[in-house]
């Protein structure tokens, strides 16, 4: 692969988790602690999927991802999002599948780890997205680098014949951009999600009606 490809993967990929890392900082509302952790784990399985096949990439990405992951599974504590004990079964998992493959000698199982990890761990930040009515903790320029780094490991992955990094990638991109469309939209719309708001709509309906079928009553109120 072509030395320009390398730098913009770095680039793109530090560059999407940095940005939602500044932002937590600031606001974690909306953030899904699953999908964050999800995160470490997959950047785990990774590292040792690009140890296993000698693909100094993946090596040379993934450690700095996995700094800036923990980083951010540190404000999550911080903001009492996750705990210590909800979290490290995130770390625990994929070493053990470092340990199998290693054990049998198939890279594929850390394949297979980071496939559904890819893929599964933006599922709960989809969700959270939305139900969310403040999304104000979600960092657009971070899923939009997200989505742009997933095209661009998709591009990786099919120039070295790898479905375990191409496909995952391309299913992850599509995701992340619909994460974009949500928290560009703006609130959720009590209507559809259900929710605290929704409640709240219905408890002004009913007083209003009230008030409609007694009108006596609430002028006297």
Do not use: C
């Amino acid at each position: 692969m072509g030395i320009t490809l390398r730098i913009i993967l770095l680039v793109v990929t530090l560059g999407s988790v940095g940005m939602q890392l500044r932002t937590a900082m600031r606001s974690t509302a909306g953030l899904s602690s699953a999908t964050w952790l999800g995160m470490v784990a997959s950047t785990i399985f990774w590292l040792g999927y690009g140890i296993g096949t000698s693909e100094m990439t993946m090596i040379s990405i993934n450690l700095p991802v996995l700094v800036m992951g923990l980083s951010l599974v540190g404000v999550l504590m911080r903001s009492g999002l996750t705990t210590v004990r909800r979290s490290a079964p995130y770390v625990v998992v994929p070493l053990l599948g470092w340990a199998v493959a290693y054990a049998t000698g198939s890279v594929a199982v850390l394949g297979w780890g980071g496939t559904v990890l890819v893929v599964g761990r933006l599922l709960p930040q989809l969700v959270a997205a939305v139900r969310a009515d403040d999304r104000s903790g979600i960092s657009v320029g971070a899923w939009v680098g997200n989505g742009g780094n997933k095209i661009v490991w998709a591009a990786f992955g099919f120039s070295i014949a790898d479905p375990f990094v191409a496909w995952p990638a391309v299913i992850a991109s599509i995701v992340s951009f619909v994460i974009v469309a949500l928290v560009l939209r703006g609130p959720s719309d009590p209507v559809q999600l259900g929710g605290p708001r929704l409640r709240s709509v219905k408890r002004q309906r009913v007083g209003f009606a009230a008030s409609v079928e007694h009108p006596a009553a609430s002028v006297a109120a």
